[in-house]
């Protein structure tokens, strides 16, 4: 079967360093995604990995490596803002974008 | 905003009803998509749309049943429901070929009684 893993909560402070990992068995594999999903809110991309390695977006960096069948998602300076569900997703349908997504990791930024 | 809207934002059925659920995207994408988002469990990829024509169907009841009438539009049909349908469905959106980014609705919070 299709599966992801990530860890389902992390807890960190203001201003901290986070990384959620995600591990992944799938039958294809067209790119590792990351999301963010505020409480009640609608899932937001944050990054993209087609390739192995690493990617920076500000304070959020994503990796990955498709050897292991692993990557993460770095966020730097946490902040308060930051509190949400992150999803690791994996594309499988090539062009039209088809993804399987992970369970969620739920992240409380405390003061 | 995410240029992807869907309504209702809330619906409550009995499970004889019959209802709709409608997306609609304003941002030029060719593919839309249907989730289904319940408590503890990740999003499920239900049904895909890419230039209009469905390419998956993740054995999906048939109690749901999707609609794309043009790119920008698709409806989620839902009839003789069961309480384990309630959820939060998502509508998304893409453009085909970019590197998996898509674009979510707010969805809809379904309770079926």
């Known amino acids: 079967g299709q599966s992801l893993e990530q860890p389902s909560e992390v807890t960190a402070v203001e201003g901290a360093i986070v990384q959620i990992n995600c591990t992944y068995q799938?039958?294809?594999?067209?790119?590792l995604s990351w999301y963010q999903q505020h409480d009640g809110g609608a899932p937001t991309f944050l990054s993209y990995?087609?390739?192995?390695g690493l990617e920076e977006t500000g304070r959020f960096s994503s990796f990955l490596s498709r050897s292991d069948s692993y990557g993460y998602l770095l966020l730097q300076e946490l902040q308060m803002k930051d509190s949400a569900s992150y999803f690791c997703a994996v594309g499988y349908g090539g062009a039209t974008n088809k993804l399987i997504f992970g369970t969620g990791t739920l992240l409380a930024v405390q003061p | 905003e995410t240029g992807v809207t869907q309504t209702p934002r809330h619906l409550v059925m009995g499970m004889t009803n019959k209802k709709s659920l409608k997306c609609e995207q304003h941002?030029?994408?060719?593919?839309m998509y249907w989730y289904k988002q319940s408590a503890k469990k990740p999003l499920e990829l239900m049904f895909v749309y890419s230039l209009e024509e469905r390419v998956e169907n993740n054995s999906v009841p048939s109690r749901f049943s999707p609609e794309c009438p043009n790119s920008s539009h698709l409806f989620l049909h839902l009839h003789t429901l069961q309480p384990e349908d309630s959820a939060l469905y998502l509508c998304?959106?893409?453009?085909?070929?970019?590197?998996?980014?898509?674009?979510f609705g707010p969805g809809t919070r379904l309770t079926v009684l």
């Open positions: 990995n087609g390739l192995d």
């Open positions: 799938t039958s294809g594999f067209y790119g």
């Open positions: 941002l030029g994408h060719n593919a």
């Open positions: 998304a959106s893409s453009q085909v070929g970019t590197d998996n980014e898509q674009f």
